[in-house]
C-alpha cells in the first residue's frame, strides 16, 4: 500500500520534471506524460482491490505520528473515486496527444508536464487525511489549471481567466482562515481527530466550521451562487483542458464537502445545502437552455449536475450519501467523455456553436453515438450509469420525505433533456448552415481521438453494467463515512509499516 | 532599460550577487532547524537572478531545465527511502564533525530544500522571462560613447 500510495502521488510528478525537460522531443515527451500518469492509474486500480480486500490503509508520511505529520488515508470513498479520476486525466492526455497538432488543441510543451501536476495534486487531494495537505492539493492543482486556462493567451480566455483566478484565491484564501480557525479550535487539523472533536464543540463554533468550510468547498464545486467563475471561463480554454477541469475540478470540491461534513456531522446543515442543491440545479439547467453553443450548453450542466450530487450530501441520511457518492462516480467519466465529443464536433464542424452546424448524424455517425450514450446518461435514462444515480439519490430524498426537493430534481432532470435535445437537433440533425472546414487533421492524430473518447464511453458503460456492485462499494463507503469510526479507528492505530 | 544605463546600478548589482548569494546559502542550510529552507533560499536567489536580468549581466537563461531538475530531484527524495521500506518522505539524519564549521547536521532534507530552491529560482526567471524583462534589458544597452 505504501508503494501503491506513493506512486499515485509522486510518478504523474516525476513525468511532469521529465515532460519539461524532454520539452524538444515530442515523442518521449508524450510518452513520459502517458507513463507516468498510466502508473498512477494503475496504482489506484491495485488500492481499490487491495482495500475492498483488506480494509481501509493508512500510510504516514515521514512515519510521523497523525498528530503532528500527514496522512495519506486509503479509505473506500478515496479509492473509489481515485481510480476514475486518474482514469479521465489518462484517457484525456490521449486526446489530447491527437488534438493537440491542430490549431484547437493546447500548447503541448505546456500542457503535458502541468497536467501531470495536476495529476499529482488530484491524488493527493483525495488520499489525504488532513486540513492543510488538501489546501496544499488544491493549490497544486490550482496553479497548474491558472496555466492550462489561459495559456494560449487569447483575449477571452485572459479575461474569463481573471475571474476563475480572483475567484479562486478568494477562496484559497477563505480555506487557509477556516484551517486557522479549526486548529484554534480543536488544536488539530487531522481529519480523523477533528471526526472527535468537531462534535464535541459548542452548536455555534461547530456550525460556523461547518458553514465557513461549506462557502469554500462550495466555490471550488460552483455552487448557487458562487459558479460565476465556472461558465464563462471553462468555454474558452481547449476542449481537452475544458474535459479534464469540468470531469475533476469541481468534483474534487464536492469530494472534499461529502468527507468533511460527513464526517464531522454537521447535519444541522442540512436543511441549507437542499434548498441550495435546488437552486443550483435549476439555475444550472436554465443556464444550459439559453445558451447556443456545445461547450457552454455542457459547462452549465457540470453547475446543475453539482446540485444533485449536494442534494445527497445535504439529506444527511445513508442512502442520501450513497447517491451522492454513486452520482460523483457516474458523473466524472460522463461529463468528460460529452467535452471530447464536444471536441471533435469541434473538429469536423469547425465550430461549436449550435446555429453554424448541422447534419453531422449522416456525415459521421460515429460522433452521433458517441454523443448519444453519455449524453442520455447524464440526462438519466434506463439503462445508462446517470438512471441508477439519479435514482438512488431521488428515492433517497423519498425516504426522508424530502418532496420539495425531489420535485425540483425531477423537473431539473428534464430541463437537462430538453437542452440535450437541443444540442442533438443542431449538430446531428438538419443541414450544415455554412460552409465551415472542418480543421485539417492526420488519420493517425483522428484515430487517437476517437479512440480515446471511444475507451472513455466503454468506460462509463462499464460502470452501468456492474451499477449493482458499484452501488453496494458505495453504500459501504458512505456507512464508514457517516459512522467515522472506522475512519478515526484506521488513521490514529492502523500504522501501515 | 534605466538600470543599463547607470552604471552605478550595474556595478552595484554586480558586488551585491556574492553577498546575496551567500545569504541564500545560509538561508538554505539554516533552514533544517531554524527559520529559513528552500523556498526563502529560492526567493532570495531569485531576487538576485531578476536585479541581473534587469541589468544585462549574465544569469541561468534554462528556466524550464532548472524547474524540472528541481522538481525531479524532489520527488527523487521523497520516493527514495521506500528501497528501504520506509514510508515516503522519511528523513535520514547525518551529523559529522568538520574542522572549522564543528557539529553539522544534516539529513536527507537537503537534497529536496536544494531540489525547491531550483524550483523556485526557475519560476522567478520564467515569469521575468515571460513579462518579456530578457529581451527589454537587451534592446537597450547603449552603445560604449553613445551614438547620438
Known amino acids: 500500500m505504501n508503494l501503491l500510495v506513493t506512486t499515485t502521488v509522486i510518478a504523474p510528478i516525476l513525468a511532469a520534471a521529465a515532460a519539461l525537460l524532454l520539452r524538444a522531443h515530442p515523442k518521449s515527451r508524450d510518452v513520459v506524460t502517458i507513463v507516468g500518469i498510466g502508473l498512477a492509474t494503475l496504482a489506484s486500480y491495485a488500492m481499490l482491490i487491495d482495500v475492498n480486500a483488506n480494509g481501509s490503509q493508512t500510510v504516514r508520511v515521514g512515519g510521523w505520528a497523525p498528530e503532528l505529520g500527514i496522512v495519506l488515508v486509503a479509505d473506500l470513498f478515496a479509492v473509489l473515486v481515485l481510480p476514475i479520476a486518474l482514469s479521465i486525466i489518462l484517457v484525456v492526455e490521449i486526446f489530447a496527444i491527437g488534438q493537440r497538432r491542430t490549431a484547437w488543441g493546447a500548447n503541448p510543451e505546456l500542457a503535458g508536464p502541468l497536467l501531470g501536476v495536476l495529476t499529482g495534486g488530484v491524488s493527493l487531494a483525495i488520499l489525504t487525511g488532513d486540513l492543510f495537505t488538501l489546501f496544499v492539493a488544491f493549490e497544486l492543482i490550482l496553479v497548474s489549471s491558472y496555466v492550462l486556462l489561459t495559456h494560449q493567451g487569447q483575449r477571452d480566455q485572459i479575461r474569463s481567466g481573471m475571474t476563475y483566478v480572483v475567484m479562486n484565491l478568494l477562496a484559497s484564501t477563505l480555506f487557509l482562515f477556516g484551517v486557522a480557525f479549526v486548529y484554534a479550535a480543536t488544536g488539530t487539523i487531522n481529519l480523523a481527530l477533528l471526526a472527535e472533536r468537531i462534535p464535541e464543540l459548542d452548536s455555534g463554533v461547530r456550525l460556523g466550521i461547518g458553514a465557513w468550510f461549506f462557502v469554500v468547498f462550495g466555490t471550488k464545486a460552483a455552487v448557487f451562487p458562487l459558479f460565476s467563475w465556472l461558465p464563462d471561463s471553462y468555454p474558452t480554454a481547449p476542449t481537452t483542458i475544458t474535459a479534464v477541469f469540468a470531469g475533476l475540478l469541481t468534483k474534487i470540491g464536492i469530494y472534499s464537502m461529502i468527507r468533511f461534513h460527513t464526517l464531522t456531522g454537521m447535519d444541522e446543515l442540512g436543511p441549507i445545502m437542499l434548498v441550495i442543491a435546488g437552486i443550483t440545479m435549476v439555475v444550472g439547467a436554465l443556464g444550459a437552455l439559453a445558451q447556443s453553443d456545445i461547450k457552454r450548453i455542457l459547462s452549465f450542466h457540470v453547475i446543475s449536475q453539482i446540485g444533485y450530487m449536494l442534494m445527497g450530501l445535504g439529506l444527511f441520511s445513508a442512502a442520501g450519501t450513497t447517491g451522492a457518492i454513486l452520482f460523483l462516480l457516474h458523473h466524472m467519466p460522463v ?3 460529452l467535452f471530447l465529443v464536444g471536441g471533435l464536433i469541434e473538429n469536423h464542424e469547425g465550430t461549436s456553436s449550435l446555429s453554424r452546424s448541422g447534419g453531422l448524424a449522416a456525415r459521421k455517425p460515429v460522433i452521433a453515438v458517441l454523443f448519444a450514450i453519455p449524453a442520455l446518461s ?80 466503454a468506460g462509463t458503460l462499464t460502470i452501468s453494467f456492474f451499477a449493482g456492485s458499484v452501488f453496494d462499494l458505495s453504500q459501504r463507503a458512505a456507512e464508514e463515512l457517516r459512522s467515522s469510526d472506522a475512519y478515526i479507528t484506521t488513521v490514529t492505530e492502523g500504522a501501515q509499516e | 532599460m534605466i538600470a543599463a544605463h547607470s552604471p552605478i546600478v550595474r556595478l552595484g548589482i554586480r558586488a ?16 533544517h532547524n531554524q527559520p529559513g529552507g528552500g523556498f526563502a533560499a529560492g526567493l532570495v536567489f531569485g531576487a538576485v537572478a531578476a536585479l541581473r536580468t534587469v541589468a544585462g549581466l549574465q544569469r541561468p537563461i534554462n528556466t524550464g531545465a532548472l524547474v524540472a531538475a528541481g522538481t525531479a530531484l524532489v520527488a527523487v527524495v521523497a520516493v527514495a527511502p521506500l528501497l528501504w521500506g520506509d514510508p515516503m518522505l522519511d528523513q535520514q539524519i547525518v551529523s559529522a564533525e568538520i574542522p572549522l564549521l564543528g557539529k553539522v547536521k544534516t539529513g536527507s532534507a537537503l537534497p529536496f530544500d536544494i531540489g525547491v530552491t531550483a524550483i523556485v529560482v526557475g519560476l522567478v526567471l520564467a515569469v521575468l522571462d515571460g513579462l518579456g524583462a530578457r529581451e527589454l534589458a537587451e534592446t537597450s544597452v547603449p552603445k560604449p560613447g553613445g551614438a547620438k
Open chain 2, 16 to 31: 551585491a550577487s556574492p553577498l546575496a548569494i551567500l545569504v541564500g546559502v545560509y538561508l538554505l542550510f539554516a533552514g
Open chain 1, 378 to 457: 447524464l440526462a438519466g435514462l434506463p439503462p445508462f450509469s446517470g438512471f441508477v444515480a439519479k435514482f438512488a439519490v431521488i428515492s433517497a430524498g423519498i425516504d426522508e420525505s424530502a418532496v420539495a426537493i425531489v420535485v425540483v430534481a425531477l423537473f431539473a432532470g428534464i430541463l437537462t433533456l430538453l437542452s440535450m435535445t437541443k444540442i442533438w437537433l443542431g449538430v446531428f440533425w438538419g443541414t450544415d448552415a455554412d460552409g465551415l472546414e472542418a480543421v485539417p487533421t492526420a488519420a493517425n492524430n483522428r484515430r487517437l481521438m476517437f479512440a480515446a473518447t471511444g475507451l472513455a464511453v
Open chain 1, 335 to 337: 461529463k468528460t467523455v
